[in-house]
């Protein structure tokens, strides 16, 4: 299957810092990424759906100051987390697909665990 | 809320024995995957069924739906301790662009 990657896979930082998360598909074209997180022995929870040259569209609930998306290229989105607190400390994982068709699967990443202090 | 319903949320087998896990769901949908996660990991997809489809196979792995009453199970057959891990279904529906909605999740524990 297609080889989505996460950077970096783990983070610490402190309170008030921002952290920036990459997600690149490494052999093929994402057209669509997704970004969602997980808290421990939690479901994940879709944050907001990425479309290359195009802004995110975020779920009910998520903060778009706080979370900011970036889809510059085919292969490649970013999640900055904005002035971290340790509320936001959580597993964040991204997801990846070559169409926007909904019978197109979808490549994760490794995912990466951001700490706050 | 954003998730499906799984059952059980957790489940402990002897190797050899199979494993079923429910996955419910509230709306229409266009189709339904598994995803397995080992512990702090990420997720391996392992089988999509569609809505007009009602059973699949995957080697061990057998996925049955019910459209009508807005269910999944998925089977695992001749369990394995490698099998130990979180299992999730997740819907897929179309409005425009899709999204995927995970369920709560059942984690699974094969006993050597």
């Known amino acids: 299957g297609a080889v989505v990657s996460q950077h970096p896979s783990r983070v610490i930082c402190k309170s008030g810092t921002s952290v920036k998360i990459e997600c690149r598909s490494l052999d093929f074209q994402a057209t669509t990424m997704f970004w969602y997180r997980q808290f421990p022995k939690q479901s994940l929870m879709l944050m907001a759906t990425?479309?290359?040259?195009?802004?995110?569209?975020?779920e009910q609930g998520v903060e778009k100051d706080k979370f900011l998306i970036n889809h510059a290229s085919l292969t490649l989105s970013t999640l900055t987390v904005t002035s971290a607190h340790p509320e936001d400390s959580s597993f964040y994982i991204c997801s990846a697909t070559s169409w926007p068709s909904p019978y197109n699967e979808q490549f994760f990443g490794p995912g990466t665990r951001l700490t706050v202090l | 809320s954003q998730q499906g319903e799984e059952d059980p949320q957790a489940l402990s087998i002897q190797e050899g024995e199979n494993a079923t896990m429910n996955c419910s769901y509230k709306t229409s949908i266009n189709n339904l995957q598994w995803y397995r996660q080992n512990s702090g990991r990420g997720l391996v997809h392992l089988i999509l069924i569609r809505s007009n489809e009602r059973e699949k196979h995957s080697g061990r792995l057998r996925v049955t739906l019910d459209t009508s009453k807005k269910s999944s199970s998925l089977l695992i057959t001749a369990s394995r301790a490698a099998d130990t891990a979180s299992y999730f279904c997740?819907?897929?529906?179309?409005?425009?662009?899709?999204?995927?909605?995970f369920g709560a999740g059942t984690r699974l524990f094969v006993k050597a």
């Open positions: 997740a819907t897929v529906r179309y409005t425009g662009g899709f999204k995927t909605i």
């Open positions: 990425s479309n290359e040259g195009s802004k995110a569209t975020y």
